[in-house]
Every structure is written in C-alpha cells, then in structure tokens.
C-alpha cells in the first residue's frame, strides 16, 4: 500500500488527489472489517485487487450565446471503485475471496478519458449524406 500512496501523491494527473482519497477509504474500510471480525491486519501487506473509474450522472446546464439563445454544457462526474484485499488472502481459492477484506468507495471527480474527442463530420461526409437522401426521395 506505501507504494500506491507513493505513485498517487506525486502524480502530475488532476484526478490523483481524488483517487488517493478513495484508497485511504478503502483502506480505512478493510481496517474496521478486519477489526469487526477480530482478525489481524496488517495495512502494509494490503494490495489493490481492482480499480475502476466509470461513468457518473451527467449534469446538464445552459450558458447564454449570442442572439438569445442558450448553449448546453454537460458537467461530467465519475464513479471510483476500489477493492483491496490482504497479500495472505489472495492465496487462497476463489470461493473464499468473496469474504476477503474489500471496500467499494465512491468519488465525485472530473472525468479520466484517455481517447481523443469525437469531432463532427467534415463537409465532404455531410455532402455525401445530402446526397443520398436526395437519391432516396
């Protein structure tokens, strides 16, 4: 765990600082299941078993333009979900993994995409498409 709190605290990435807030809830959760169910625990031996950034509800504005209209703006969110579990506990078979020390955490933070935007078609698509909805009339 130290090396992931290592990789998160200097990272140049925005959504680091949320993603890091997440694994200390994660690791917090372990420690009161652990605790919970009088077992022994020891943080430094916890390892992420699966990280997950998904999609979150969208939140839709509007901005005045010009000429009186209004222009959308869609305030993206995202969902962080991280499970941990001991180094002792991944030995074990799958059945029993269910049971393991694991903690889901959820986060507000801005969107994580590593693709390009989309972008809009160019004249020559568009012209093409007129055309064959002439042709189809």
Do not use: C, W
């Amino acid at each position: 765990m130290p090396q992931a709190y290592a990789i998160l605290r200097f990272s140049k990435k925005l959504a680091a600082k949320q993603i890091h807030k997440v694994l200390k809830s994660a690791v917090a959760n372990a420690e009161q299941r652990a605790q919970r169910e009088n077992t022994a625990l020891d943080v430094d031996r916890l390892r992420v078993k699966y990280a997950v950034v998904n999609e979150g509800p969208t939140l839709k504005r509007f901005t005045p333009a010009a000429m009186g209209r209004a222009t959308p703006i869609k305030k993206r969110t995202s969902h962080v979900e991280i499970h941990v579990e001991g180094e002792a506990e991944s030995r074990e078979p799958k059945a029993k993994s269910a049971k393991a020390a694991g903690a889901k955490a959820e986060a507000i933070a801005p969107p994580v995409r590593g693709g390009a935007k989309r972008r809009k078609p160019t004249k020559a698509k568009k012209a093409t498409k007129s055309k064959t909805k002439k042709e189809s009339r």
